[in-house]
């Protein structure tokens, strides 16, 4: 089983920073591929970033430079440091996380993961 728990999020003013934790339970340990999703209302969900077993990272074009994905393996913990946020970026945010392969230009794409979070809501005002 795989329990993901995100947290970090919060309300900024535009340009400002904020970093998402989410805490990674498996048991049995697997393996697993990883990715933030975002949501803001009435619109469909976005692959942000992903970070696959060896680190191999990937992010989507609206948030490159900005944000960085990065894991603890010690404190099992999955990052998103977030600079230079924009009203934009306002949306509820997600864990996801699957021990299936996948591929790098799918990295992002929320059918190929299985586990979520409850998923922490970013504000930024402008």
């Known amino acids: 089983q795989v329990q993901l728990v995100e947290s970090g999020g919060g309300s900024v003013q535009a340009g400002g920073s904020l970093k998402l934790s989410c805490a990674v339970s498996a048991k049995p340990y697997v393996s697993l591929y990883m990715a933030w999703f975002r949501q803001a209302p009435g619109k469909e969900r976005e692959g942000v970033a992903s970070?696959?077993?060896?680190?191999?990272?990937t992010y989507a074009d609206s948030v490159t430079v900005r944000f960085t994905i990065s894991k603890d393996g010690a404190k099992n913990t999955l990052f998103l440091q977030m600079n230079a946020l924009k009203p934009e970026d306002t949306a509820m945010y997600y864990c996801a996380a699957t021990p299936r392969g996948v591929p790098f230009a799918s990295a992002r794409m929320e059918k190929f993961y299985n586990y979520w979070g409850q998923g922490t809501q970013v504000t930024v005002s402008s």
């Open positions: 970070i696959n077993p060896t680190g191999f990272t």
